[in-house]
Structures are given as structure tokens and as C-alpha cells.
């Protein structure tokens, strides 16, 4: 909604209160030029879907006469999205020499729970000792392995149900961060 308050209201700011049946794809490529000035491919792309969108939300519910300007191949040529690029993915021994080398104890505990659970950076930073207490519970479960091994993992479950799995490291570094605040049940 957000989007089309943003593209309506510049709409309406451009085009004041002319005929919608007036407006030229010449009209529109100067209107697009000016909100989109400094943007990115992908965002000149949004924009301008929403604004064809807009025009043939007025066709089909309005005025079936009225021609979308945007309907233009030179216009949909000129604001199609941008070329994909290919994120470059750290290799796992890049990311541990990160997380080795940080000094910081908080830092070194975020990317450790980013890295090992696959916690988001929003995920992480809305980790309080109060929420600890509150939201999640703790459980500390042991499975032997065919090789005789214990292997601990922690579950962090919040009230909506998702659930993040933790290697002992990790709990550890959470009990040196927090302090005695984390209780965990075995």
C-alpha cells in the first residue's frame, strides 16, 4: 500500500487534476524520469508496474475506453528490472576465521549465532536477557550417535513456534554474554 500512496501521491502532484485519458507515454516517460531520478533499475521497474497497474485498474473498473499510456514497449524496455547478480557466499573456513579473529565478545556471539543456527541479523539483535526469560525455552537434549558420541543441541523456541537448533559453543558463549539470566532444563 505503501508503494502505491508513494506513486499515486507524486501522481497527483505531477499531473494536478488533468484527464487521465489526455496523458501520453511521453507524459508518463517525464513523470517516470523525475521519481525515479537517482533509483535503481529495480525500483524504476516497481514504480512503473504500479503505475501501469494504476492505469489499467482504471480501464477494466472506470473507463474501458481510456488506453493505458504506459502500455508503450519503448517505456517497458526502458523500466524492465535490472540484471540479477550472484551473491558472493563465504566458504565456511572464511566465516570461522571471521567469527576466530573478532575480539569483541558481543560481535563474536552474534556472527556465532548468524553462522551455527541460521538466526537473521534482526533474529539476533532482538535477543534480550529479559526476552531470554520470557519468550524462549531452553532444552538441552542429548542423542548418542551409532560412534558412542554424546551430541548436545540447544532449541531456542519462541511463542510463535519457530524453533533455531544451537551447538554447545554457542550456549556457552550466550551464558558468558547474559549471565546467570539463561536457565535451561535437560
Not at 15 to 42: A, H, K, R, Y
Not at 72 to 77: G, I
Not at 137 to 143: E, P, S, V, W
Not at 151 to 160: I, N, T
Request: aromatic fraction near 10%.
Amino acid at each position: 500500500m505503501r508503494n502505491y500512496e508513494f506513486i499515486l501521491g507524486s501522481f497527483h502532484k505531477h499531473f494536478g487534476e488533468i484527464d487521465l485519458s489526455v496523458i501520453s507515454s511521453e507524459d508518463i516517460l517525464g513523470f517516470m524520469s523525475t521519481i525515479t531520478d537517482g533509483t535503481s533499475q529495480n525500483t524504476k521497474k516497481l514504480r512503473f508496474t504500479l503505475l501501469s497497474a494504476f492505469f489499467n485498474f482504471v480501464k477494466n473498473s472506470l473507463d474501458p475506453e481510456i488506453t493505458n499510456p504506459c502500455d508503450n514497449p519503448a517505456l517497458r524496455k526502458l523500466f524492465r528490472a535490472g540484471k540479477f547478480t550472484q551473491l558472493k557466499i563465504l566458504e565456511k573456513d572464511a566465516v570461522d576465521e571471521i567469527i576466530f579473529r573478532t575480539s569483541n565478545r558481543r560481535n563474536r556471539l552474534m556472527l556465532e549465532l548468524m553462522a551455527r543456527s541460521g538466526m537473521r541479523v534482526g533474529e539476533v539483535l532482538k535477543l534480550h536477557p529479559w526476552k531470554l526469560c520470557q519468550r524462549y525455552c531452553y532444552a538441552i537434549r542429548i542423542y548418542q550417535r551409532p560412534s558412542g558420541i554424546w551430541a548436545k543441541s540447544v532449541m531456542l523456541k519462541p511463542c510463535g513456534g519457530l524453533t533455531t537448533c544451537m551447538g554447545d559453543s554457542i550456549l556457552s558463549g550466550l551464558k558468558l554474554f547474559f549471565g546467570p539470566v539463561i536457565s535451561k532444563s535437560v
